[in-house]
């Protein structure tokens, strides 16, 4: 299982680079970054803004999943928000689902 420290975060993106048979130079350079500066995130000594970890996955061709974990809790509290939220979609209009479904595939993969 994945963790959201910064360590783990930064560890995820090194393995991502390494199956890529990519340097850290090179990631730096594709990031628009300092070599030094990119050793830095991978040891954990930085954090990974989440505009260079989107920037990472976009290059890998990977979800954000594949570096940060944002898996789904199967708690009761989960369960009655989800069937709350159920009940509140029916009463939405054809075009109010479209704006819903489209802000749950844009936006909600990038928020923890």
Known sequence: MKKNTPDA???NIK???LLNNMTQEELAQHLNLDTQYYAQLERGERNFTLQRVISVCHLFHIGIEDIIDVSSENTPETRE???SLNRKMHSLSYVQLLSLDR??????????
Do not use: G, S, T, W
Not at 103 to 112: A, C, Q, R, S
């Open 9 to 11: 975060i930064a560890q």
């Open 15 to 17: 393995k991502y680079r």
């Open 81 to 83: 928000l989800l069937q």
């Open 103 to 112: 802000f749950i595939e844009e936006i909600v993969p990038y928020i923890k």
